[in-house]
Nanobody, 124 residues
Framework: VQLQASGGGLVQAGDSLRLSCAASGRTFSSYVMAWFRQAPGKGREFVTKISSSGSLTAYADSAKGRFTISRDNAKNTVYLQMNSLKPEDTAVYYC??????????????????WGQGTQVTVSS
């Protein structure tokens, strides 16, 4: 599967932004999807994930209460709605995918596919 992330930009603290990740292929609905981010000078970190059906979600503590992941399997797209953005949310955001047994647990540390990343910059 090929992933194309979009929607990043420069916003002010407190603003909202929605990222999208469009996937190619006919089997999108079988993939667990996730968002990661990498801030300048730091490693890539898990942000959130969603099950193949969309019925299950999980968030890193930094995202709880402010970020919402969702997906539209008819459009082969996963979204990340980010509200109340903070300067520390500044990072390149990547979408990721994994299918198969144990994908729900495994995607947090070892996705199978990565998108190219989209820059989010939050000014104070």
């Amino acid at each position: 599967v090929q992933l194309q992330a979009s929607g990043g930009g420069l916003v002010q603290a407190g603003d909202s932004l929605r990222l999208s990740c469009a996937a190619s292929g006919r089997t999108f609905s079988s993939y667990v999807m996730a968002w990661f981010r990498q801030a300048p000078g730091k490693g890539r970190e898990f942000v959130t994930k969603i099950s193949s059906s969309g019925s299950l979600t999980a968030y890193a503590d930094s995202a709880k209460g402010r970020f919402t992941i969702s997906r539209d399997n008819a459009k082969n797209t996963v979204y990340l709605q980010m509200n109340s953005l903070k300067p520390e949310d500044t990072a390149v955001y990547y979408c990721a995918a994994r299918a198969g047994a144990a994908a729900w647990a495994a995607i947090t540390t070892s996705p199978s596919y990565w998108g190219q990343g989209t820059q989010v910059t939050v000014s104070s």
